[in-house]
């Protein structure tokens, strides 16, 4: 046996937190050694961030990026270990995002991003540019700081191998596992076994299903070891990189990290034997008869030796993947989330407007989870989470022990009731509070909307506004809505920043938003009501998914109440009950939120326009008439059109579907359109008589 213990990492790196990287970067490295690794893989970008977008540009980032790695240079650190660090690195005044190679306080080599991330929420060409010399390197000329301390003047920078004296490594970064043409393929064909990925790679719902199985495929085709590292947390936006980090041989698991922790460095290990990846290798002829003619890369040699004698060794044995439900995922991912952007903002909680719905419980029920998951770190002696707690509440001396009694400090809900508001939803509301311990209050908001009305009538005395159900139209009708919502983001603002100070802490609250990802594509929301806050967990969820996860956070996380929350029909509250009409959110939309969901993904993830839509549901809704699908399909775009403004203005949410509509960073759109869809709808209304031309002459068929 050829034995060799590997590390890699999830790191909770944090955008342009130089000091704070690095000492997590060294951190890792320590634990990595007490295990006995000879190797050690970290995140993309760790020692800046990943998310530092436009601050990339800044001749700034790259020097700080220097300097950490001097730190980690003059130590002695790497002494015994082959670390790999990401970085950017400015060569020939071209900045490239960077895998850089340090044994023995001695830079080995820099490889450079071969194929970057631009799409979705990626924009790595902005502000990188890939190293498309496959199979060339150049020297590298290092700077000053870095000069004095290890006395090099160049190193090698490009598509590189390092060949130690046992066995060959080399990287790959994020994007390039998910390209056709993938780094590794080459790489193993040209006899390197240990091929590393050091990525920064998001949450994204039942992603991880997709990284497992190209890396599980890239190594049972190909034989060799591959080790994945990652970030894991908020580094500063929208998205929350979810670590799990793991190790794998000739197609099988052997080490795998956290999806969703609090841990700042989670360092896991594997010793994996490098003969059972020559003995697959070897076995499969076809494979070696492509690798004899396979073209190769330059290799750099070191004197190291990454294999170990010790023969109380012995291999890592295959483990099962770990997957979570979609409700597990929509649970801790956001509520991770949540706790580092608490901790990082350097707020003391949350506030949250609590109506009894679905949408607002769920966020409440995902505080409740944070406080579960941060009970949980301290009971097992995590300080910086109990330092983090400590400060978060103001108590020096403070542990927390218990999630209700640390949800009734971090946790400030009120529900903001109108004479338009129902007994059962304020009940509920109370009855979901209780449950996750949150500090509850209930306000009346009519004295805040008549003050409006009543400043409107003495300005314009000959016209007092009126409800649909008392006559009004359906302009007074919308405006009397939208000043209710209004209001309640005002009074959450104010009581946001007062509700500490009343308890004689100092400091103020985040607003949480809680609109969910559907409501937002149909534009159903009032601009700058609720779901105008700080930040949103559940922004880019479906009403589908909310609901399947209350569920399951009714039956496993202590939360009973959350099932007659989702046995509740959804409705604003925001008109009169009547004899004969009561509010309802789907009634009031047009479309089921599960018509909602199917339309946000043709919309974004399969790129449909109106027409492309209409021909893609004329099938799959085959139960109904071409004109009923038609007019759906209509119907949901004339909305969405009309409403898209609001999307300009969207609270910061929590990136988890792939079909989010967020305006800012991710799906990039106009905000004033056609309402009428003219040579869209036209081309559509054609295709309607074709589809009912065609299905007339297929009963025609049959019938004979």
């Known amino acids: 046996m050829k034995l060799v213990t590997l590390a890699t990492c999830n790191l909770d790196q944090w955008a342009l937190d130089f000091d704070g990287n690095l000492k997590r970067i060294i951190a890792s490295i320590k634990i990595a050694k007490e295990k006995g690794a000879t190797y050690r893989l970290g995140p993309e970008l760790e020692i800046c961030g990943y998310g530092c977008e436009d601050h990339f540009l800044e001749e700034d980032t790259v020097l700080h990026s220097w300097k950490s790695l001097a730190e980690i240079l003059k130590s002695d650190i790497t002494n015994d270990i082959l670390c790999d660090f990401g970085m950017p690195i400015l060569h020939k005044n071209v900045r490239y995002n960077c895998r850089v190679f340090v044994l023995n306080g001695k830079v080995v080599c820099i490889r450079p991003k071969m194929a970057l991330a631009a799409d979705g929420n990626y924009r790595e060409n902005r502000w990188f540019t890939a190293w498309t010399r496959q199979f060339e390197f150049e020297e590298h000329y290092l700077p000053g700081i870095i000069v004095s301390i290890t006395k090099q003047d160049t190193v090698p920078f490009g598509d590189v191998v390092i060949a130690t004296r046992d066995t060959a490594i080399a990287a790959e970064t994020c994007e390039e596992l998910f390209t056709p043409q993938s780094p590794h393929i080459a790489l193993a064909l040209d006899g390197v076994e240990i091929i590393t990925n050091g990525s920064g790679s998001h949450h994204q719902l039942r992603k991880l299903n997709t990284r497992i199985d190209l890396m599980r495929d890239a190594t049972n085709k190909s034989g060799g070891v591959y080790l994945y590292s990652n970030q894991q947390g908020c580094d500063g936006g929208r998205l929350y990189f979810d670590g799990c980090c793991l190790i794998m041989i000739n197609g099988n698991l052997v080490a ?92 003391g909680g949350y506030f949250l407007p609590l109506s009894g719905g679905a949408d607002s419980s769920a966020t409440a029920t995902i ?111 919308l405006a009397l809505q939208n000043i209710q919502a209004r209001s309640r983001m005002v009074l959450s603002y ?140 209509k119907m949901f775009f004339f909305y969405y059109c009309i409403n898209r403004h609001k999307l300009t203005t969207l609270t910061p949410s929590y990136h988890a579907e792939n079909y989010s509509p967020d305006d800012n960073r991710y799906d990039l759109r106009p905000f004033l359109y056609n309402s009428k869809w003219d040579a869209q709808f036209r081309v559509m209304d054609e295709l309607v008589e074709e589809v009912k031309k065609a299905r007339a002459r297929k009963l025609k068929q049959q019938q004979h």
Not at 272 to 278: K, M, P, Y
Not at 305 to 323: F, R, V
Not at 417 to 435: C, F, I, P, W
Not at 520 to 544: E, F, H, Q, W
Request: negative net charge; glycine residues 6%.
């Open 256 to 347: 795998q990290g956290s999806q969703f922790s609090l841990l700042d460095v989670e360092v896991i290990t594997a010793t994996v034997d490098l003969e059972a990846v020559r003995s697959q290798r070897a076995s499969f002829m076809s494979r070696c008869a492509q690798a004899a003619i396979a073209q190769k890369f330059p290799r750099i040699n070191v004197d190291f030796y990454l294999t170990s004698h010790d023969l109380a060794l012995s291999p890592s044995l295959p483990i099962p993947p770990k997957y979570l439900l979609s409700e597990e995922e929509i649970g801790f991912g956001p509520a991770c989330w949540l706790w580092d952007y608490l901790r990082r903002s350097k707020l």
């Open 494 to 633: 104010l009581m946001a920043q007062l509700l500490l100070w009343k308890e004689n802490r100092p400091g103020s609250l985040l607003v949480l938003g809680s609109a969910n990802v559907d409501e937002a594509l149909r534009g159903y929301m009032t601009k700058y009501d609720c779901s105008s806050a700080d930040v949103n967990p559940i922004g880019a969820v479906s009403k589908m998914d909310l609901k399947r996860f209350l569920r399951w956070a009714a039956a496993t996380r202590g939360y009973p109440s959350l099932v007659s929350v989702v046995e509740a029909t959804p409705t604003a509250e925001l008109e009169p009950i009547t004899e004969n009409y009561t509010q309802s959110d789907e009634a009031d939309m047009g479309m089921t939120y599960e018509e909602l969901s199917v339309f946000g993904r043709l919309r974004k993830i399969e790129r449909c326009g109106p027409v492309s839509m209409f021909q893609k549901l004329v099938h799959t809704w085959a139960h109904l008439e071409p004109e009923a699908v038609a007019k759906k399909v």
């Open 367 to 477: 505080v409740g989870i944070m406080t579960q998951l941060v009970v949980k770190e301290c009971e097992e002696g995590n300080q910086q989470v109990i330092e983090d707690a400590r400060r978060i509440v103001g108590d020096e001396k403070y542990v927390p022990k218990d999630a209700r009694e640390l949800a009734s400090r971090v946790l400030f809900t009120c529900y903001m009731g109108s004479v338009n508001s129902s007994s059962e939803t304020r009940d509920r509301a109370a009855l979901v509070a209780k449950e996750i311990g949150a500090t509850h209050n209930n306000a009346i908001i009519d004295p805040i909307t008549t003050a409006f009305l009543d400043t409107w009538t003495k300005i314009f005395p000959e016209k007092t506004p009126k409800f649909k159900a008392f006559g009004g139209t359906a302009t007074e009708n």
